[in-house]
Nanobody, 124 residues
């Protein structure tokens, strides 16, 4: 079955960096656009970034543009989220998701598969 497993979360001080990874299995990875979402305690899940199947295009939420970078390695079936200059408001559970039907998905309903998430906590 399809599995998306996130890793790399943790506790970090504001201003520092963290890289999240997502390992995919059970799907033809290169056929899927990938995205990152996050959900802070008490908030709805929100879009963070997406990357199309060939890594030629990326799309970011305004709140992370210029600080976060999404990338992928189709040979390794991995997708990454490099997060720089982290802020306390970036604290959330971060989810990796896969979409076969959308070029650069940005909504939850566009995603076909989800990981279980990894917690990122940014202290001030």
């Amino acid at each position: 079955q399809v599995q998306l497993v996130e890793s790399g979360g943790g506790l970090v001080q504001a201003g520092n960096s963290l890289t999240l990874s997502c390992a995919a299995s059970g799907l033809t990875f290169s056929n899927y656009a990938m995205a990152w979402f996050r959900q802070a305690l008490g908030n709805e899940r929100e879009f963070v970034a997406s990357i199309n199947w060939s890594e030629s295009r990326t799309y970011y939420a305004d709140s992370v543009k210029g600080r976060f970078t999404a990338s992928r390695d189709n040979a390794k079936r991995m997708v990454y989220l490099q997060m720089n200059n982290l802020k306390p408001e970036d604290t959330a559970v971060y989810y990796c998701a896969a979409s076969v039907g959308y070029y650069l998905p940005e909504t939850s309903h566009a995603m076909d598969y989800w990981g279980k998430g990894t917690l990122v906590t940014v202290s001030s």
